[in-house]
């Protein structure tokens, strides 16, 4: 299904292709005269631009400074490619079960660990009623 059906009648009935061409006021013809001899003046015209500055074979601009040079004149440090020895594994932390009693529901789904050296599971269970 085409998406035409979803858009209104001005959409098939109006022309979109053809474009009339304003005629621009003696106002605006006169701003643009001032305006191209403000940047001749300043030689900054584009009929100025594309005689004095070199251009490649398809006709466009090439870069108006020359590259700086970024080669390095500086002396640094001398620096070596040696590569430190790689330190071992570090030791995993194992649980050993003597401090957990187990796992107490504090309300809905938020479960919370329950220490055996606490009243953590008393407090719990006594929950909201007192």
């Not at 858009?7 to 022309?15: A, C, E, K, S, V």
């Not at 009929?47 to 004095?52: G, H």
């Not at 430190?84 to 107490?104: F, H």
């Amino acid at each position: 299904m085409s998406g035409m059906h979803l858009l209104g009648p001005h959409m098939t009935t109006t022309r979109y292709s053809r474009k009339k061409h304003k005629n621009k006021s003696e106002r605006q013809l006169q701003a643009e005269r001032e305006h191209n001899a403000w940047l001749r003046k300043r030689g900054v015209h584009p009929d100025q631009l594309k005689a004095a500055l070199p251009h490649d074979a398809k006709g466009r601009r090439q870069g108006v400074q020359d590259m700086p040079d970024y080669s390095s004149r500086i002396e640094t440090a001398p620096t070596s490619d040696r590569v430190s020895a790689v330190e071992g594994k570090r030791k995993e932390n194992v649980y050993t079960g003597d401090q957990l009693a187990g796992i107490g529901m504090l309300h809905k789904s938020n479960m919370v660990p329950v220490r055996k050296d606490s009243n953590d599971a008393k407090e719990i269970a006594r929950m909201r009623r007192g």
